[in-house]
């Protein structure tokens, strides 16, 4: 293998952690545990790297257990004509992971957030989730009332 093709396969490590964080967003939905903390280092204990690698990451999916209430009734609001329940689990992942950086972490531009949840829908799930992550975040995006392109100082 080359060293462009090398590269070209190496993910940053913020989308490596996106990606850990999506996908044990979407193993509690489907198996759900009591202790989150737990949950969380069972998780990360046969990861490819160290745990204190993943600290974004768990970071994230802290914040999106901490503000699940929230975060969920903001999709029920912007999918509409759309039950809860039909939306497939992937896709609730990363669209929970997407909002919570959204509504909560004002570090990351929300182009930023958008643009990772598209990707992360058109490598986890069917062709067709992109249309429909995307769809429920420009709802959010149009709502926040800050800059889409640099974090907000807020």
Known sequence: MSDTEKKENTLS???????????????????????????????????????DYYAFAEELVLGVYDHLDRIDKTIQQCAQNWSFNRIAKVDLAIIRLAIYELLFRKDIPPIVSINEAIDLGKNFSDIDSKRFINGILDKVKDRLGRPLRTPSND
Request: glycine share 2%.
């Open 13 to 51: 490590p913020r989308r490596e952690n996106r990606i850990a964080a999506m996908q044990f967003i979407y193993m509690m939905e489907m198996n759900s545990s009591e202790d989150l903390k737990e949950a969380l280092r069972v998780f990360f204990e046969g990861r490819e790297h160290p745990r």
